[in-house]
């Protein structure tokens, strides 16, 4: 494989705001720039987020007759830089691009799908990566390759860190504990899961933060749940809640939170989600829920809390799996030979 490719990543978001598609392509620049030339054309927002190692150049993605001047903008900066690969990351990116191929023929163009929205883009592209199985299952590319998301492995909690946060929190050591992580919205579905803790023995651990917090205390004292709910606020190590905690829960209505899902299989933690997060294929059936509906969460809770012994068990080779395959560095090894088949083998 060459030793050195020049790269173009395009990323159309435009609030600032930092979610999965935005936190996978920062991560996945940076993973690349340490052995390629990596541009990264976004928002000017997202440059304080980005790696040193990367080139980054702003660009403001509009509607309208503003469309119209980042669209040449975009063929000025592809045209100047002249990469071997133009990287667009979901629909916005790719939907802007997917004319610059009549431009620029000598150049490949991969895309990456992160959902099933408006899939029928991508078929313009050179090559296409999906993140699951599901989307893998949704689209029609002549190249296209499953490279599941990875992150950097967070460092191994020692036995006194987890004792000394139990002892902080004020935990139950003779009771479960259950976490949830993410973003206190409406599309969370953490509402769904306080009403699914009535009646379960065991402590929940909300870590995040936003518009539905107080709304969620609220709810958490009128189901007089209070005394085994904790909300734990943003934080930066939430990994190691994750290390700490007998089960992780991804209530999710709309969003898909397979980051949360990877990152709770790298902790051996799992995981009980509902179904419509992209990451299924590696959780079994038995621990997904239909979106919004108490009653199966709660059912589907109590079966998985009797059974945390058994299925910790019975769940080793998919941890191992997932620390293997779930990783940074796999991830960009496999992007590397996707590019490298691009250009080299087509």
């Known amino acids: 494989m060459p030793s050195r ?45 980005c790696d040193k190692q990367v080139q980054f150049h702003a660009l403001r993605f509009g509607h ?66 999906v993140l699951n199985e599901n989307l893998l299952n949704s689209v029609e590319s002549h190249q296209v390759r499953l490279i599941y998301q990875g992150i950097v492995v967070p460092p191994k909690a020692s036995l006194r860190q987890i004792g000394t946060l139990r002892y902080q929190l004020g935990l139950n050591k003779e009771k479960p504990i259950l976490v949830t992580i993410g973003e206190l919205n409406s599309n969370h579905g953490c509402d769904v899961l306080l009403k699914a803790m009535v009646d379960i023995d065991a402590q929940l651990l909300v870590i995040g933060d936003g518009v ?27 990994d190691i809640f994750l290390q700490l905690a007998d089960l992780c829960v ?55 809390i009797r059974a945390l012994a058994t299925l910790k068990a019975n769940y080793l080779p998919i941890f191992l799996r997932a620390q293997q395959e779930l990783t940074m560095d796999y991830m960009v090894q496999q992007t590397e030979r996707f590019y490298f088949d691009l250009l080299e083998c087509t």
């Not at 133009?86 to 691009?97: D, E, G, K, M, P």
Request: aromatic letters at 10%; glycine letters at 4%.
């Open 64 to 129: 309208g007759l503003f469309a119209c001047y980042s669209f040449w903008q975009l063929v000025r900066y592809i045209n100047t830089i002249q990469p071997n690969i133009v990287h667009s990351q979901a629909y916005q990116a790719t939907q802007r691009l997917k004319y610059l191929q009549w431009f620029f023929k000598h150049i490949k163009f991969v895309a990456t799908a992160h959902n099933l929205h408006h899939v029928d883009v991508y078929k313009r592209s050179d090559g296409l990566i």
């Open 250 to 304: 991804v209530p999710d209505l709309e969003t898909d939170s397979s980051l949360t899902v990877i990152r709770a299989l790298q902790a051996s933690c799992p995981v009980v989600a509902t179904n419509i997060i992209g990451f299924k294929e590696w959780l079994s059936p038995a621990l997904l829920a239909p979106p919004n509906d108490v009653s199966a969460l709660h059912e589907t809770l109590c079966a998985t």
């Open 212 to 238: 539905k917090k107080q709304a969620l205390h609220d709810l958490a004292h009128t189901l007089a749940i209070s005394h085994k709910v904790f909300f734990v606020g943003e934080r930066d190590d939430a």
């Open 5 to 49: 490719y020049r790269i173009v990543h395009v990323m159309a978001s435009t609030d600032g705001v930092m979610g999965g598609v935005e936190k996978h392509t920062l991560a996945l620049c940076a993973a690349l720039a340490q052995k390629h030339e990596v541009h990264l054309i976004a928002n000017n927002q997202y440059r304080q987020y």
